[in-house]
């Protein structure tokens, strides 16, 4: 393992090439740490060729026409004001309703590079997120840039990229300690190197998403809510949920928009009634799954026994609530 260690080190000159890229500040490519994320993270880098978008109609139409997600102009003008004025985001509210996906998307389309997900648990520390040493490295060079793994949030600084922390709530009080310095003054400490790495462009940008509901959390400090936009996230409007799912269903068999009222009927009585609360992305798991059924049995169209059938797997979610489901599916389909 050492010999294919010195051997990355040995191939350190070819990772400059990877710095050409024109979205990337080339004064960066003679630092350790930057050569090591443009080695690691060169796919990420590459993976897109697309032009930063700053403009909220522009991105409605992007995120409604590539990536099939129906978001409320409102929200987008929201998240770009915060953006431009140095702000990171918190989409908060139910599962199910869109907050990493669209997160992701919005930040992606930003910053012309796909985001960097750091999905949050007690266990994240800053080391899980900035950066830490490798073992074997550290033993043969020492505790210092050559034996240093940058990890995402460090990587998205570097590379000018957005960064998505899902679950907030559910991170340490350390993480988000650590995060508050990182919002406020665009930087990262890295005290064993004796280096700070600052944000050089407006590509980095931070949301975070939150579940308030989720019992397995902790509560955010008002120091931590006050650097941050929040938008709240909730169930649609039945009208809003029916575009949701014409928009996002795949599949080639027609399917009447009387079936697809009738599953956001059944949907809101699981909202009220079950504790697991079906999101819009259920209603279209739901019915793209009643879709290929219907296609498998060679119906013209999606019939109500295969949207029936369809729901007990995509609904059934805990264990005793069976009956509130069976109950809502009899009553409303």
């Known amino acids: 393992m050492v010999e294919d260690l010195e051997k990355i080190l040995d191939d350190i000159s070819n990772i400059e090439q990877m710095a ?86 919005l930040l992606t389309i930003w910053s012309g590079k796909p985001a960097f997900i750091i999905p949050c648990s007690e266990n994240y520390d800053e080391y899980r997120v900035v950066g830490d040493f490798h073992p074997l490295m550290a033993i043969k060079y020492g505790f210092n840039e050559l034996s240093f793994i940058p990890r995402p949030l460090l990587a998205a600084i570097i590379l000018d990229a957005g960064v998505l922390v899902d679950e907030i709530r559910r991170s340490s009080e350390e993480l988000q300690n650590l995060l508050l310095d990182i919002v406020d003054k665009r930087r990262i400490i890295i005290p064993e190197l004796r280096r700070i790495v600052k944000a050089s462009g407006e590509g980095f940008q931070l949301i975070f998403t939150s579940n308030p509901e989720d019992y397995a959390q902790g509560e955010l400090s008002d120091a931590f809510l006050r650097r941050v936009v929040r938008i709240p996230f909730n169930y649609p409007p039945p009208d809003v949920e029916l575009k949701i799912v014409k928009l996002r269903y795949d599949v080639d068999i027609e399917i009447e928009d009387s079936l697809i009222r009738k599953a956001i009927e059944v949907v809101n009585v699981l909202r009220k009634r079950a504790a697991y609360k079906p999101g819009p992305s259920d209603t279209v798991l739901w019915l793209r799954l009643a879709g290929r059924i219907a296609k498998l049995r060679n119906h013209k169209s999606v019939e109500l026994k295969d949207l029936v059938d369809a729901a007990t797997v995509i609904l059934y979610k805990r264990i005793g609530e069976e009956e509130i489901v069976d ?7």
């Open 20 to 105: 050409n890229d024109s979205s990337i500040d080339h004064s960066r490519a003679e630092d350790t740490v930057a050569k090591r994320v443009f080695e690691i993270y060169k796919p990420l880098i590459h993976e897109m060729k697309r032009e930063p978008v700053r403009d909220p109609r522009r991105i409605v139409d992007i995120l409604r026409n590539e990536y099939k997600l129906l978001v409320d102009e409102r929200l987008v003008y929201l998240v770009v004001a915060a953006f431009l004025a140095g702000r990171p985001v918190l989409f908060e509210g139910p599962p199910g309703t869109g907050k990493t996906e669209i997160g992701e998307a």
């Open 327 to 333: 109950e809502a599916i009899q009553n409303t389909l």
